[in-house]
């Protein structure tokens, strides 16, 4: 009997892997004689580059970046296993939590640094690069992750403007003939899982900039500064993003992936899917487990278990979600393919409790899980 376990992180207490580990364990331990295929997964917010490294047997590196306010962080991307794939997470060089709370300003945090990890997976040689876009500092519409790859962005004087979302009020014309030219034979995929627009009501600045430190004055002006970019992208470049879904993902770096990288978005959880080569494993297993922190109605808005829900559908698979806690509004996930929905939690017990000992946990409701499968199947 071959076993898949595809858990998402738990936020807080278990890394995807860890938390497949455990699920591992918690198998073996009720059906010794099963395979188990380990594949943490994420949906390209925090944990992809770890989750895809583990998943396909790839390697981490670290490289030295401009962070969002222009100090030197240590970022890590990963290389996947075909030695061909790199994958980025925006936030490891540009992340609301590498900026200290009395710093945080969305119209001076820079994307700079995602350039930079762009380029230094390019010297690695990649050719298809998965970039995870949740968790960010900035609101400078990906404007600094193009100047790092050579991009100019010019004042009406012809200076270069400076970094930061205000920035993007001086900008008169933007020139990408100085882009590096290994860009144009790297396939780029976008994980990216909100489908807000650049600008207006929904835009970046509105929905994400206060969460970055904006004012309700900064949210005007930041605004403001994104739609002058959109307007000279749609004028010097040809394409007009600014209404496109996800184009205000990590204040508007889809829109600059897209716009300015030629860069394609989709549902995080697709891309992990299709990068981890989790279909192939399908074809051939009896059973999915997967999981995360809290499975509750958000899930239904694509997180991973609805995702690997809907990639064991043509499988015929089963899946089985067990997460640290579920709420009844969940219940909605059995509608879309999922055989049941289990909480790790063996009875009353503090939030702290359960995070310290989530491992345990995990496992031993994962065993109980498989138990009552084989109950099931006579076995």
């Known amino acids: 009997m ?7 992180s738990f936020k807080g207490s278990l890394t995807a892997v860890a938390a497949a580990e455990a699920m591992r364990q918690g198998v073996l331990a009720a059906l010794p ?3 188990v295929v380990a594949m943490p997964m994420a949906d390209g917010g925090e944990g992809t580059v770890a989750a895809l490294v583990a998943g396909t047997g790839g390697r981490l590196m670290t490289q030295v970046v401009t962070g969002p306010l222009g100090e030197p962080v240590e970022a890590a991307f990963g290389l996947l296993g075909d030695g061909e794939t790199a994958v980025i997470e925006m936030a490891a060089a540009s992340g609301l939590l590498l ?15 995602i350039g930079e990890l762009i ?21 400078d519409g990906g404007v600094g992750m193009a100047q790092a790859l050579g991009g100019r962005f010019l004042k009406a004087d012809g200076s270069e403007v400076g970094r ?16 590096d030219p290994r860009l144009r034979r790297v396939e780029l995929l976008v994980a990216c899982d909100v489908d807000n627009p650049l600008t207006g009501d929904r835009g970046a600045s509105a929905i994400y900039g206060p969460q970055k430190g904006a004012t309700m004055f900064d949210v005007g002006l930041l605004d ?3 739609t002058r970019l959109a307007d000279l992208m749609a004028r010097d470049l040809g394409g007009d993003v600014r209404n496109r879904p996800g184009a205000g993902a990590a204040g508007g770096l889809g829109a600059g992936l897209m ?8 549902p995080g959880i697709e891309v992990v899917v299709e990068a981890t080569g989790l ?3 399908l074809a051939s297993a009896s059973l999915l487990i997967t999981g995360e922190g809290r499975t509750d109605g958000q899930t239904l808005a694509g997180k991973v278990p609805l995702g690997l829900a809907r990639a064991a559908a043509p499988h015929g698979v089963p899946v089985i979600v067990i997460s640290g806690a579920v709420t009844a509004d969940a219940d909605r996930l059995l509608d879309e393919g999922i055989a049941a929905l289990l909480s790790c939690a063996p009875g009353p017990i503090s939030l702290d409790e359960a995070m310290a000992e989530a491992g345990g946990l995990l496992q031993r409701a994962t065993a109980q899980a498989v138990r009552l499968i084989r109950v099931g199947a006579g076995r």
């Open 2 to 8: 071959r076993i898949i376990v595809a858990p998402d």
């Open 33 to 35: 004689e099963a395979e």
């Open 99 to 113: 900026v200290p709370a009395h710093r945080r300003d969305p119209k001076v945090t820079t994307t700079y640094g």
């Open 119 to 139: 380029r230094a997976a390019l010297d690695q040689g990649a050719s298809r690069m998965v970039i995870g876009i949740g968790g960010s500092a900035t609101n």
């Open 164 to 179: 930061g979302g205000a920035a993007l009020l001086e900008l008169d014309q933007i020139d990408l003939s100085g882009l």
């Open 224 to 226: 403001k500064a994104l």
């Open 259 to 266: 716009g300015l990288l030629g860069a394609s978005l989709r």
């Open 279 to 281: 279909a192939e494993r």
